[in-house]
Nanobody, 122 residues
Framework: QVQLVESGGGSVQAGGSLRLSCAAS????????MAWFRQAPGKEREGVAT???????TVADSVKGRFTISKDNAKNTLYLQMNSLKPEDTAIYYC????????????????WGQGTQVTVSS
């Protein structure tokens, strides 16, 4: 079992940048597929970016060219670099992980963090 803790959220103006971090702790014996999701008020949870345990990354079309996912295996930390932020990026951002299957941008991951708020003002 793994515990996930997100950090780095905040309030920025449109065009700004933020870097989210997700620290994983607990199970150090398994390799995890990981992903970032977001959920805005009144909307369904949306997959933003994902990375396999081999480092293959995929990002949603809505953030392609602006967001980058990366992972530091030595620190057991997942990152999401968000540039050129738009008001529509406002949401709670969640980190997710699974050691049995790479769900891609499908929200079927086994483990979830508590989320971090990102607010982008125009």
């Amino acid at each position: 079992q793994v515990q996930l803790v997100e950090s780095g959220g905040g309030s920025v103006q449109a065009g700004g940048s933020l870097r989210l971090s997700c620290a994983a702790s607990g199970d150090r014996n398994s390799r995890y597929y990981m992903a970032w999701f977001r959920q805005a008020p009144g909307k369904e949870r949306e997959g933003v970016a994902t990375i396999s345990n081999f480092g293959t990354a995929t990002v949603a079309d809505s953030v392609k060219g602006r967001f980058t996912i990366s992972k530091d295996n030595a620190k057991n930390t997942l990152y999401l670099q968000m540039n050129s932020l738009k008001p529509e990026d406002t949401a709670i951002y969640y980190c997710a992980a699974d050691n049995t299957w790479w769900w891609g941008l499908n929200a079927r991951y086994k483990y979830w963090g508590q989320g971090t708020q990102v607010t982008v003002s125009s």
